[in-house]
């Protein structure tokens, strides 16, 4: 089992930053991938970043690249996500992910890929 905390959210003018941490901790050393996703009042769950563990190759998702960064700390199991240029549309619950199948590699960026779930940060970006 991987237990995921998330912190960092919080209430921001548009235009602004915001940085995200997600700390690991338990099976940590079977980790394949980690990700954030996100979810708007009335909308799906979708994708915004990705980091496979091995090699640290990083994914994106469109409507965020070029304002949102993902990184991550191997000694302190945990994962970033620094957000820039904040929009209102970035409003969102934002939850952080862990996989340790060997199928999320292939589709990073598919919630169905990832077992362990943080409850959640909000991110509430004003106009």
């Known amino acids: 089992q991987v237990q995921l905390v998330e912190s960092g959210g919080g209430l921001v003018q548009a235009g602004g930053s915001l940085r995200l941490s997600c700390v690991a901790s338990?099976?940590?050393?079977?980790?394949?991938?980690m990700g954030w996703f996100r979810q708007a009042p009335g909308k799906e769950r979708e994708f915004v970043s990705a980091?496979?563990?091995?090699?640290?190759?990083?994914y994106i998702a469109d409507s965020v690249k070029g304002r949102f960064t993902i990184s991550r700390d191997n000694a302190k199991n945990t994962v970033y996500l620094q957000m820039n240029s904040l929009k209102p549309e970035d409003t969102a619950i934002y939850y952080c992910a862990a996989s340790d199948r060997i199928g999320v590699v292939l589709a990073p960026s598919g919630a169905k890929g990832y077992q362990y779930w943080g409850q959640g940060t909000q991110v509430t970006v004003s106009s």
């Open positions: 338990g099976r940590t050393f079977s980790t394949s991938a």
């Open positions: 980091i496979i563990w091995n090699g640290g190759v990083k």
